[in-house]
Every structure is written in C-alpha cells, then in structure tokens.
C-alpha cells in the first residue's frame, strides 16, 4: 500500500528564512501529488500540484514554490517566509485514474514568528 | 468553477445521537464526491466516496452518505454518534484535470456526553 512520508512534523521558522518541506511517496509510481495548506479555522487550500517530474502547475500566487525533481518525491519552498505563511501544510497524492480519492500525508505544523 | 459549502461550520451533538453534516457541490458535469475527516494535528483520513451508481454510500466508521442530484447535496450521516467522533470533517468534489478536488472549508464536530 501507498505510504505518504511529510517532514518535519513541526516547524518554526522567523520571518524571512527560507524554508523547506519534503514529502515522498512508498509504494505507488507515477502519482499527482499535491500540496495543501490549512490556515487555523479554514478549509483546505491547495497551492500546487504536478502530474509528473518537473511538471507543476500552481493554483494561487504566493510566496512559495514547488518541485518534483524526482517521481515520488515534492518539495515545497520558500526563499523568505512571510508571517501569513505560517499554516499546516498536507501533501497528498492521487492515481492517475480520474477523480480517485486523495490520499493525505501527516502534515507540517509551521509557524512564522 | 466547481465549489464546495458546508454551512455548519461547528456542530454539537450528544453521544449517542443521531448526526447529519451538510454539503452541497456546484458542479457543471456528473461530480464525483468524497468526505473526509481530520482530527487535530493529522492528515485527512477518507470516510467514504461517491462515484456512480447507488446514491446513498457506506463508509467506513459507520457513516453513510446521500447523493440528491436535484438538491446538488451530499449530506454524511450517521445514526449513533461516538465521542471518537469528534473531529473536522471536509466535503469535496473531484475537478477535472490533474484530479484536483476542491474542498469545503469544513464542519467542526463536538460530542457531549
């Protein structure tokens, strides 16, 4: 079965540091992969997902970036975080098959101070 | 553009009692639905789908969900609510391309005893 591992699990950065947050996928090849964020009381917000290697599409402009350099692996950044980046951060990952369920990693606790 | 409402933002119930969350999808094709739960800190955990077929979905944790096309809703329900119950659940509808979902911004539930 498909294994989601999201790193670190809680993070506080100050505000202009950059940041850096893996996911990588166990157990499926070829996924979407995606990444959310959740601001304290509001849904699920997704930033950016990506249908292959070095392929990202970004769904709302913001202080961070994307990438896949590798199949199974995303990688959210920021150059200087902004205090309004501070949220919990879910990655997930779908089949290819349309509109299968997503599946959902831990998430990262990150709080800009 | 596809779009999710939850109107409950928070909702109380006793334990034991019957539950009923509400969510309505705007959605200009057949859409495919899902319901997921989250508890504090964690990923979202996926209750049940709908994607063709019988409108009314067994789910894991004893919930079941109703498809009403003509009301454009997906209500999650369950007869005999547990104290484990209490968590954030999301509505969401599948988007089209790169099998994005669009969630709702989410119901808090609280069990009393």
């Known amino acids: 079965s498909q294994t989601i591992h999201q790193w670190p699990a809680t993070l506080v950065q100050p505000v202009g540091s950059p940041l850096s947050l893996e996911c990588t996928v166990e157990?499926?090849?070829?996924?979407?992969l995606y990444w959310y964020r959740q601001a304290a009381g509001r849904g699920l917000q997704l930033l950016f997902y990506?249908?292959?290697?070095?392929?990202i599409s970004s769904e709302v402009p913001q202080n961070l970036s994307a990438s896949r350099p590798q199949d199974r692996q995303f990688i959210l950044s920021s150059k200087k975080l902004l205090l309004s980046d501070s949220g919990f951060y879910l990655c997930?990952?779908?089949?290819?098959?349309?509109?299968?369920?997503?599946?959902f990693g831990q998430g990262t606790r990150l709080t800009v101070v | 553009a596809q779009s999710v409402t939850q109107p409950d933002i928070h909702i109380t119930v006793s334990e034991g009692a019957s539950l009923e969350l509400r969510c309505n999808y705007s959605?200009?094709?057949?859409?495919?639905l899902f319901w997921y739960v989250q508890s504090p800190g964690q990923g979202l955990q996926l209750l049940l789908k709908?994607?063709?077929?019988?409108?009314l979905v067994q789910g894991i944790k004893g919930f079941e969900a109703e498809f009403k096309r003509s009301q454009s809703s997906f209500n999650l329900r369950k007869p005999s609510v547990h104290w484990s119950d209490a968590a954030e659940y999301f509505c969401?509808?599948?988007?089209?391309?790169?099998?994005?979902?669009?969630f709702g911004a989410g119901t808090i539930l609280r069990v009393k005893s």
């Open positions: 997930a990952i779908q089949g290819r098959r349309l509109n299968t369920e997503a599946f």
């Open positions: 157990g499926t090849s070829n996924p979407n």
């Open positions: 990506s249908v292959g290697i070095g392929q």
């Open positions: 959605y200009g094709a057949t859409p495919y």
């Open positions: 709908y994607f063709s077929g019988d409108t």
């Open positions: 969401a509808v599948g988007a089209g391309y790169g099998n994005k979902l669009v």
